[in-house]
Structures are given as C-alpha cells and as structure tokens.
C-alpha cells in the first residue's frame, strides 16, 4: 500500500540536505549578510559615538579630566566619525568583508581601551593617547555600507 503524503510536508531526501547547504553558503557569502554587518557596525559605533554626552562624566571624574579636555576628545571624536576616505580607498580594492572587519575591529579596539582606562583596568593613558583611541572607535562608522 502506497503511503500518503501529509500536504505541505517534504520528504527527507538528500537533495534537500543539499539544498540547505546551499542556501546555507549563499546567505554567508551573499550580499544581505554584509548589509546586516554593515548596519549592525554603524549601529555600534554610532551609538557610542553619539553617546559621548553620556559617558564624558565618566571620563572627567575617573580620568581626572576637566572640560577643556573634554572639548578636545570630542573634536576627535567628530574628526573620527567624519573622515572615511581611507575607508572609501580600501572598499575600492577589496571586497566588502575586509572593510567591514576593519570598521568592527576598530570600534573594539578603540571603545574597548577607553572603557579599560575609565574603568582602570589599565593605567591612565595620556590626552594624547585618548584621543586617538577615540578617533580610532569613531572611524569606524565611517565604513562604507557594501554595494548591492
């Protein structure tokens, strides 16, 4: 007796394993997962870079800053945000995932050492040294979202 086939089910075969693997590799290396990467780095760094209002007290009652000070990390942290050429020149070679992976791993980096400091899990870096840390977390929203 033949056995009946419930409507809207799909035998396990081998063909549809494959299937899925193949969909599988095509949403890792298509082009929606760079714009979701792109988008979920934009996102970070823009909310940190947006929220500096919120953590500059921090910064002044743990690093001992004053206002002048404060003034100068958020001049670098609007010259971070806005400079992006280097971003731009690198996307031109390379495929979207590098630059994506550059812009992540400049916002870690640079978010990371400023919450090391303020949190003192390191010792107290120069104004100098803050400063580029906080240009370097802000660059990265500067990466360009991949073209479709």
Not at 20 to 28: F, P
Not at 98 to 104: E, K, N, P
Not at 111 to 134: E, F, R, T
Request: aromatic share 10%; net charge neutral; hydrophobic share 50%.
């Amino acid at each position: 007796m033949e056995e009946m086939a419930v409507a809207g089910t799909v035998p396990s075969t081998d063909s549809n394993r494959t299937g899925m693997k193949s969909l599988a590799v095509q949403i890792l290396t298509g082009r929606w997962l760079m714009v979701f990467a792109a988008i979920l780095v934009m996102f970070v760094a823009a909310s940190a870079t947006s929220m500096f209002g919120l953590y500059s007290n921090a910064l002044k009652s743990s690093l001992g800053y004053d206002q002048t000070t404060l003034n100068l990390l958020g001049f670098f942290k609007d010259l971070g945000a806005n400079v992006g050429v280097i971003f731009g020149l690198i996307n031109e070679v390379t495929p979207p995932w590098v630059v994506l992976s550059m812009g992540a791993a400049m916002s870690l980096f640079g978010y990371l050492v400023i919450w090391l400091a303020v949190s003192g899990k390191i010792a107290k870096p120069h104004v100098w040294q803050m400063c580029l840390y906080i240009c370097i977390g802000s660059n990265s929203q500067a990466s360009p979202p991949p073209e479709l």
